[in-house]
């Protein structure tokens, strides 16, 4: 898929992950569309890549079809939807003083990681049913989800987000199959330990980093968010990937703790 003159839409652009790929989709000749909740960030990241903002929650559908308009408004057919917005969560099934995890915020994390990713996909799948396809193939546009390697081998404490992530795995294969009818291939990405503002900042946030990276096979080294971009960008490229998840960890595998 050729993202030269298409439109592309990135939840969470505003920040990390979505924001690399959003200057790699723009790098690559497209009009990205930066769909967060942060409009501080979101529009200052869009003006500098002469794309658009729009402020959306990827869990209320309202918020999301307007984000998903306001891309095929463009102009530009749009053939990349992005799924990067996502939220941590730390807190056990049972704690340590033997309360049981809080309903809400397991609800708040699949509201917003797994159902606002099927949101998204869903609306802009939608969307790119209605273009023109690109190729003899019949190839209309690419959703590129991000889950976790959390998703496969949840820690301890990461419960309701291993649960959210390891939806989005589960989507993947099905999604692919159901829109294969309308030419719209369908990937995930699990990253490992990328360096993005979700670990926070400051002197506590470095040494937990650090502790979190140190497994790391090789390189030896956090995950770069631009490497991300890459990748995202790669997968869309390759019209033969489809239907797959695909870790990106260097080498990583989470023990319990
Ligand atoms: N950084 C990592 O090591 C890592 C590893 C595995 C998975 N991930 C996943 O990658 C994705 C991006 O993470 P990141 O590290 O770039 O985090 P980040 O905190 O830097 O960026 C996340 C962005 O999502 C936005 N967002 C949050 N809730 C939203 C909502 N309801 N609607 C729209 N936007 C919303 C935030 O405003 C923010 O701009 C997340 O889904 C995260 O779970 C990250």
Redesign the pocket.
Known sequence: MDLNGAAAII??????????TARELAGAGATVVV????AE??KAIADELGGLFVQ?????ES?VQAAVDAAVATGKPLRAVV??????WAARTVARDGSPHDLASYRKVI???LI??FNLMRIGAAAMARTEPVDADGQRGVVVN?????GIEGQTGQVA?SA??GGIIGMTLPAARDLAAVGVRVLTI??????????GSGPEAEAFKAK?SAPVPFPKR??R?SE?GHLVRALVENDYMNGEVIRFDGGIRFQPK
């Not at 769909?35 to 942060?38: I, P, T, Y």
């Not at 799924?83 to 941590?88: E, L």
């Open positions: 939840s969470g652009g505003a920040s990390g992950l979505g924001e690399a769909a967060d909740l942060n960030r979101g959306t929650d990827v869990a209320d918020s799924n990067s917005a996502g939220i941590g509201d917003i990681n606002g990713t991000t889950a976790s390697v959390a987000y959210s992530k699990c990253p490992g330990i990328i360096d993005t503002p979700i670990y979190l956090m995950g968010a991300f």
